[in-house]
Structure formats: structure tokens, C-alpha cells
Nanobody
Framework: QVQLVESGGGSVQAGGSLRLSCAAS???????????MGWFRQGPGEEREAVAIRYTGGGRSYYADSVKGRFTISQDTAKTTMYLEMNSLKPEDTAMYYCAAEAGNDFESCQWVANAYGNWGQGTQVTVSS
């Protein structure tokens, strides 16, 4: 199990930036090494969708087309916190953002669907006004 706590959400105007943080406290895994970690978002009445996925064992990342070039997923050197840097925000980015983690063997084993992840944070709201 990995306990995840998100922070950094808020309200911004279109074109603005936010940085989300996901503090991880693994109790089973060896630090955060070898995990598939990702940021997902869910708008009202919508399904939870993947925004960015990262394999912590090798640092490879993948982004949804809607956020490519605007969002960056990263982790700190101690590999205990994951970040999502969000730039050029648009009203359609408005959603509750969640971080998630699951064991993985390599980047190719990381899934893009929410139900593949067993560890979730409580979420942080991002609201972008036009």
C-alpha cells in the first residue's frame, strides 16, 4: 500500500499555472522505486481520465494529447513526491485531480486506465476561469 496526499490545487484564470504535489508514503514498496504513478482528473459527470503517467524506475513519462506541451510530470530526487506542473491552463482543465500509484515492472507495464491503480489520493480541485 502507498498513502498518497495531493496538494496545490486552486483557482486560476485561463493561461495561468499551477503545480500539484503528491506526497507518497510507501509502506510496502522500496521507496517509490519501480512504481507506475500517474495523475488523473475527473470533471463533474465525467469519467476519471489519465493526464500523465510516469514509471519511477526509469523516469519515462506519457501524456494525454490534451495536455502535451503544457503539463509536466516529475518526481523529487528522494523520489517521495510526484509533481504535476500545469501551464497555459484552459477552462477545460477544470476538474478534481488525483494521483495514483501501482506496482510496475517497467514503463510498458503502466496502464492508462484508472481501474488499474489500487492506491489513490483524496484529490485536489483545479478550477480555471475564462
Amino acid at each position: 500500500q502507498v498513502q498518497l496526499v495531493e496538494s496545490g490545487g486552486g483557482s486560476v484564470q485561463a493561461g495561468g499555472s499551477l503545480r500539484l504535489s503528491c506526497a507518497a508514503s510507501p509502506s510496502t514498496y522500496s521507496g517509490l522505486w519501480g512504481l507506475c504513478m500517474g495523475w488523473f482528473r475527473q470533471g463533474p459527470g465525467e469519467e476519471r481520465e489519465a493526464v500523465a503517467i510516469r514509471y519511477t524506475g526509469g523516469g519515462r513519462s506519457y501524456y494525454a494529447d490534451s495536455v502535451k506541451g503544457r503539463f509536466t510530470i516529475s518526481q523529487d530526487t528522494a523520489k517521495t513526491t510526484m509533481y504535476l506542473e500545469m501551464n497555459s491552463l484552459k477552462p477545460e482543465d477544470t476538474a478534481m485531480y488525483y494521483c495514483a500509484a501501482e506496482a510496475g515492472n517497467d514503463f510498458e507495464s503502466c496502464q492508462w486506465v484508472a481501474n488499474a491503480y489500487g492506491n489513490w489520493g483524496q484529490g485536489t480541485q483545479v478550477t480555471v476561469s475564462s
